[in-house]
């Protein structure tokens, strides 16, 4: 059964300096509250895991707690370039960032291979794109059975998964719905999860659409009402569109960057 913990003993317990860290959600649900407790901890050489890495990892990296990046697409969605990241891979600010880029369909083929307990993902796509070349973990295989030509990628196997969602209850049965993403696949991929929620409730209430991670399924749920802002929760909050635009110019400079972290994050704590 998940333990139920507060936010900075999650992190403390669950992400180690050097860990294989997946925080997912798309577009909605993004795990931003526990993406700022792991810069306020000052976790150092992360391999962040992400199929659209954002503006938290933008954050992540900027704040200087990764040294690998897996991912498919990068950007801050509806504004342009993540410029933390670009910093990194350009010029080694704060540090140097490996890269490990692969196709969307490729991330989540790989993260249900981890999940299913299988040692690599079999689709067809990259072929045609200059991906293999520049991605050592893209290979082919022969089907045995027709002779086809397939990609071939190792399973994703995070050392932890953090995500957010709307509601457990207090067995630490995870409940969450609208956009879903790879969270189902991610959290049992990985060798531990936290999933930190908006509300603590006594019985999870039927939602259509919903997604069920049960209590055996979840090593820890943490209670972080507002945890996706500046991303949303659906039924909870709605998308700060500001602040993707005004991220836009802080992360272009980095002592407008260095005094946001200081300001909003490592200033800021999270009630128990």
Request: hydrophobic share 45%.
């Amino acid at each position: 059964m998940a333990k139920i913990v507060s936010l900075a003993d999650g992190i403390a317990e669950l992400v180690h300096d050097g860990d294989v860290v997946a925080l997912e959600g798309f577009t909605h649900l993004i795990p931003f509250a526990a993406g700022h407790e792991i810069i306020r901890q000052g976790r150092r050489g992360l391999t962040l895991v992400r199929m659209t890495p954002d503006v938290i990892y933008d954050q992540l990296i900027g704040a200087g707690c990764a040294s690998r990046l897996v991912f498919s697409w990068g950007g801050n969605p509806g504004v342009g370039s993540l410029h933390r990241f670009r910093d990194a891979v350009q010029h080694a600010w704060p540090a140097p960032l490996e890269l490990e880029e692969h196709s969307h369909a490729g991330m989540a083929n790989r993260y249900v291979a981890g999940a299913s307990g299988l040692p690599f993902a079999v689709l067809r796509g990259y072929t045609g794109t200059d991906l293999p070349r520049h991605t050592a973990t893209v290979r082919t295989v022969d089907c045995p059975f027709t002779g086809e030509t397939l990609t071939a990628l190792p399973a994703l196997r995070p050392d932890v998964t953090v995500v957010h969602a709307q509601r457990a209850d207090r067995a630490g049965n995870v409940q969450l719905w609208g956009i879903t993403g790879v969270q189902k696949e991610a959290v049992l991929a990985a060798r531990r999860s936290l999933v930190t929620v908006e509300e603590l409730v006594d019985e999870l209430t039927p939602v259509p659409g919903q997604v069920v991670l049960p209590g055996w399924a979840v090593t820890a749920v943490a209670r972080v009402p507002g945890g996706a802002h500046p991303s949303y929760a659906q039924g909870y909050s709605v998308r700060d569109n500001d602040f993707y635009r005004d991220w836009d110019a802080i992360s272009r400079d980095r002592d407008a960057f260095r005094a946001w972290i200081a300001r909003h994050v490592l200033a800021t704590e999270v009630p128990a």
